[in-house]
């Protein structure tokens, strides 16, 4: 099978920050949340199945899906004129920087009586500790974390996560790397050296780069500036 970066715009693991704008939004395969919240369909299902398994269905709601560039620069305009531009620099991105226009970003909130749209309160102890936790199993991170900062360019965000796909959210954890630095780091594998973990390799194709491998299972991802990340997994046999 060969495998080409043919599309460094498009899948999981986009990169999109004040440097690298996202050319689109994202309208395909969204399923709404609640009657105002549109997120992608496999975003909202592995949400709600970890929210069951912790029965967790009545403490957490939906604040922020999918926007598109006209309501993002709205939030953004409106921010600006209710706080002023140092508050709307750390919690707003411009229209075109926010990863919001993915479908693969959301907002959680603990459910209370008054919720702040813009810095929902979701908690790091008791249950949400494991809600949390159980995120990063499935393929979730925290994309604003506290101390990454001055790399995001983001004030820390609790209430923000972005879907990036097993094994890449667990990678990023277990080495306390940001979306931005995990791509640095992917840069220096490719599929001669590439990046192992558990079951799966991982490593770096420059665009229109091709690659052949016998595997039946993979999945490619641009990332948004200059090529893709493909990542093979081992298939146990059962015969």
């Known amino acids: 099978m060969e495998i080409i970066a043919n599309d460094i715009h498009k899948g999981n693991l986009l990169l999109v920050n004040s440097e690298y704008p ?18 992608k369909k496999i975003v909202y299902q592995l949400i709600e199945m970890i929210k069951e398994d912790l029965g967790m269905q009545d403490d957490i709601v939906y604040v922020s899906g999918f926007r598109t560039f006209a309501y993002q620069k709205k939030i953004y305009d409106d921010t600006l004129k209710t706080h002023g531009q140092e508050y709307t620099a750390k919690y707003v991105a411009k229209a075109g920087c926010s990863e919001h226009l993915l479908g693969l970003a959301i907002d959680l909130g603990k459910k209370m009586d008054e919720i702040d749209y813009i810095c929902p309160e979701l908690p790091y102890d008791g249950k949400f500790a494991l809600f949390r936790q159980k995120l990063w199993e499935n393929g979730f991170i925290e994309r604003y974390q506290v101390g990454k900062q001055e790399v995001t360019k983001i004030s820390a965000e609790p209430w923000h996560f972005r879907y990036v796909g097993y094994p890449h959210s667990l990678i990023m954890k277990n080495n306390n790397w940001s979306l931005e630095e995990y791509h640095q780091h992917l840069k220096a594998y490719d599929h001669q050296h590439p990046l192992r973990y558990k079951n799966c390799t ?38």
């Open 202 to 239: 991982i490593f770096y194709l420059k665009p229109l780069e091709k690659v052949n491998t016998t595997a039946s299972c993979y999945q490619i991802s641009g990332n948004n500036f200059d090529g893709c990340i493909v990542t093979l997994f081992e298939v146990e046999s059962h015969e």
């Open 22 to 39: 996202l050319l689109k939004e994202d309208c395909h395969d969204l399923v709404y949340c609640n009657d105002k919240v549109r997120i």
